[in-house]
């Protein structure tokens, strides 16, 4: 992440226990504030993140863009694993055809 940010490609251990240390208390307490706003409900959602981060415009949208990867890549695998397991049973019936013949 710090080299991302243009950091050396390595950091000092110092910086990176620093970095660390600030994510681990920004998530910690995003939590908690998430836990709060959805302690009406019993559970979190993502709607209580993206209510948190909504001042924040640069968080916000790439929150949704990545939500939005998340499920393309969820419809692309759901259609690869549906499209195999038609492959394996239409394989599995020319296996039965050809047994069946010899």
Do not use: W
């Amino acid at each position: 992440m710090m080299y991302g940010f243009g950091d050396d490609p390595n950091p000092l251990p110092e910086s990176v226990a620093l970095m660390e240390d600030i994510v681990v208390e920004y998530i910690t307490d995003l939590v908690h504030k998430a836990q709060d706003t959805g302690s009406n409900r019993g559970k979190l959602s993502v709607e209580d993140f993206l209510y948190l981060i909504r001042k924040d415009s640069p968080k916000l949208n790439r929150c949704k863009e990545l939500l939005s990867m998340n499920e393309e890549l969820k419809q692309a695998r759901k259609a690869f694993d549906t499209d195999e397991e038609n492959l394996r049973k239409a394989f599995e019936a020319d296996d039965d055809k050809l047994g069946s013949t010899e």
